[in-house]
């Protein structure tokens, strides 16, 4: 059973920057499919970034080349680099995992969770 913690949300301004943090227990982030995901309705969790076992990494168009996923397997975690960040990126992240093999971005994929952490940006 994997466990994940998120921490490192906080409210910052508009082209500030952000770096969230997943902890992960009962299983090698590099093994599983891993990614950030985000809510600001009670409908769905869009993808953010992900990064599959086999280390490809995706993007959803909005963040691509302000934010960066990456994983350090020593200390089993995975982070999230949020750059000039906007209003429109204000949601609750989580960080999220899935069986080794899977390589979707669809978080209904996804069968591990984190508990969440609220980024909020103001302008």
């Known amino acids: 059973q994997v466990q994940l913690v998120e921490s490192g949300g906080g409210a910052v301004q508009t082209g500030g920057s952000l770096r969230l943090s997943c902890a992960a227990s009962?299983?090698?982030?590099?093994?599983?499919?891993m990614g950030w995901f985000r809510q600001t309705s009670g409908f769905g969790r869009p993808f953010v970034a992900v990064?599959?076992?086999?280390?490809?990494?995706f993007y959803e168009d909005s963040v691509k080349g302000r934010f960066a996923i990456s994983r350090d397997s020593a200390k089993n975690m995975l982070f999230l680099q949020m750059n000039s960040l906007k209003p429109e990126d204000t949601a609750v992240y989580y960080c999220?995992?899935?069986?080794?093999?899977?390589?979707?971005?669809?978080?209904?994929?996804?069968?591990?969770w984190g508990q969440g952490t609220q980024v909020t940006v103001s302008s």
């Open positions: 999220a995992a899935a069986a080794g093999d899977v390589m979707e971005i669809q978080y209904e994929e996804y069968e591990y």
């Open positions: 990064m599959w076992a086999n280390g490809e990494i």
């Open positions: 009962g299983g090698d982030v590099s093994q599983y499919a």
